[in-house]
């Protein structure tokens, strides 16, 4: 046997990972190829382990409306791209995307895959050589977006993640190559503690998730709170590793409290048990204050949670929806879609109907709204919840296209005027990494901001965002209407705007709920602490001659730095 042969053989097995039997996707080729990481499905059922024998495959569920239209704003840019003559002319983008259901290693498992193509065939002379993959759009939760920007970035590998909101993703020494198109949640956490502040509420209860995500999120919430003097009522957290996520103690304490406002910095997949928890110990009369991650849920706006949720207000992601898309959407057709599985999922949620499969009768027992496959998407475009979907879009189509002009910068290189050693310029069939997130970290796009830049020097979007009120509709479901934005690229104290006329609290009333530990002392009574209670807990006690206030005192809301 030619041991030379025997060697080369080995390389080229090695070279390649096991085949994904465990995710499904779809994949489109092209001549640039960008990787997508998405969960379709967002939860998952897991198999227990014995590992006496090979782990089951984990099974995902609770199909997402809002990522199923981010997957297809995704392919509506990526066509719109390949149609434009005046962007990466001659060439062609294309995608493989997985469905990640949220897990861990899933993600991880896709990323691999890009980074060693093993859809291709590998001869001997390619198996070091570049993938044909140019950058990961992914992944949605920052807990992912961590463990996929460690490996991505030990190569300098792009990444841009659509959702993941952590203020510790910002760090360019830890992740050197990760971008991403929505804010940070530093800039989040300022926009909800100035947005509680605008109320004069000062006694506020806080619940978070324990992990970095919520920590991080919910720490400069408290640190403003406490310095414009308010004070915090309690702080608990949904911890992941408990099968209850702690969720009867939480909803115990936020029903004995006296603390009217409630702020959950959390995803709707955490937050949706505090409040079946809710539902369960019939707890009502809160207003909730939440962070981006369950701003727009769809599952939320059920009339299930309407008596708790109504009333609410969030901070959300950009409510502009992408030109063209809702055309795009309307010629889906679930009998020749190419992901037909996805699109019946995808149609079964939108019209509340369910496909039989073939020689299965209606039983009259269980009757259910069947789907023809006929039903025409015009007729929802109206629906709040398909419109609120439809809204958390625009981060999937400006990933796109900041890496179709980072392309496009790359190719418009001319030899001699490069970036790179000596003027040299990267060649757009062969390009390394690190050369394409040179590009990413100065692309600009046609947006409004101050040096034309879309990254700033962290690798963040500019910071705006749309402030919604949860309202009651006649069905009995929920709606969120936009009341005002909060953007960190004006000055404060500009940056908060409220049209406080279209906020509808709970009961249908315009008039501001309270949030005190103790009422108002009136016209001649003074405050008086109570031993081991915060400041703003007190008796009210007359005052002495010739002490009397004849005013209330304010809260003194967030200052300028």
Not at 112 to 136: E, G, K, W, Y
Not at 275 to 286: D, F, R, S, Y
Not at 389 to 418: P, R, W, Y
Not at 476 to 489: H, M, P
Request: glycine residues 6%; positive net charge; contains cysteine.
């Amino acid at each position: 046997m030619d041991k030379g042969k025997d060697w080369r053989s080995i390389a080229t097995v090695s070279s390649r990972l096991p085949p994904t039997s465990d995710l499904e996707g779809r994949r489109q080729p092209g001549d640039i190829m960008i990787g997508v990481l998405l969960p379709i499905n967002s939860d998952k059922i897991y198999q227990k382990l014995t590992f006496n024998v090979r782990p089951l495959k984990t099974t995902c569920r609770l199909f997402s409306l809002e990522f199923y239209h981010r997957f297809q704003a995704f392919l509506f840019t990526v066509e719109e791209i390949n149609k434009d003559p005046k962007i990466l002319p001659n060439m062609t983008i294309g995608f493989q995307m997985y469905d990640t259901c949220n897990i861990p290693h899933y993600e991880l498992q896709g990323a691999l895959q890009f980074l060693t193509d093993s859809d291709r065939i590998i001869t001997d002379n390619q198996c070091c050589s570049r993938p044909l993959f140019s950058a990961v759009i992914g992944s949605t939760f920052s807990a992912n977006s961590i463990i996929l920007a460690h490996v991505l970035g030990a190569f300098r590998y792009p990444q841009i993640s659509s959702f993941s909101g952590l203020s510790l993703l910002s760090n360019k020494r830890m992740f050197p190559s990760f971008f991403r198109t929505v804010p940070s949640d530093k800039f989040q956490s300022k926009g909800l503690a100035e947005l509680i502040l605008s109320f004069g509420w000062t006694w506020i209860g806080l619940v978070t998730v324990d992990t970095n995500y919520g920590l991080q999120g919910i720490q400069p919430i408290r640190e403003e709170i406490v310095k414009a003097g308010a004070c915090v009522a309690f702080m608990e957290y949904i911890y992941l590793g408990q099968p209850d996520r702690n969720a009867p103690y939480i909803v115990k304490t936020i029903k004995e409290s006296t603390a009217t406002v409630v702020v959950v910095f959390a995803s709707e997949v955490e937050f949706v048990l505090i409040l079946n928890e809710m539902v369960k110990q019939n707890v009502t009369g809160k207003i909730f204050i939440g962070n981006v991650g369950w701003a727009r849920a769809i599952i939320l706006s059920m009339s299930t949670y309407s008596s708790i949720l109504s009333g609410s207000l969030n901070l959300a992601f950009s409510d502009y929806v992408v030109p063209g898309l809702s055309q795009f959407l309307a010629k889906i057709d679930p009998s020749t879609s190419v992901t037909s599985k996805w699109t019946r999922m995808y149609w079964e949620s939108v019209f509340n109907c369910k496909f039989l499969p073939e020689n299965q009768t209606i039983s009259l027992e269980n009757p259910v709204n069947i789907c023809t496959g006929s039903e025409h998407l015009d007729g929802i475009k109206n629906n709040s919840n398909y419109v609120s979907s439809l809204q958390s879009t625009h981060a999937m189509f400006s990933a796109v296209q900041v890496i179709s002009k980072a392309l496009d910068d790359l190719k418009s290189c001319k030899i001699g005027e490069g970036p790179f050693f000596n003027g040299t310029c990267a060649n757009i069939w062969n390009f390394k990494p690190w050369q394409l997130t040179y590009y990413i970290r100065r692309v600009q796009l046609n947006i409004n901001v101050e040096n034309g830049k879309y990254f700033d020097e962290n690798g963040d979007p500019p910071a705006i965002f749309p402030i919604v009120n949860w309202q009651l509709k006649a069905d009995g479901t929920l709606t969120q209407v936009k009341i005002g934005s909060y953007n960190s690229n004006v000055p404060f104290p500009w940056t908060l705007t409220l049209d406080t006329s279209l906020i509808v609290w709970k009961m249908g009333r315009k008039q501001v709920p309270s949030s005190y530990c103790s009422d108002r002392c009136i016209m001649g009574f003074r405050k008086a602490a109570l031993q081991g209670k915060p400041t703003c807990c007190y008796v009210c006690v007359p005052c002495l001659q010739r002490e009397i206030s004849n005013q209330t005192a304010p809260i003194r809301g967030l200052k300028e730095e």
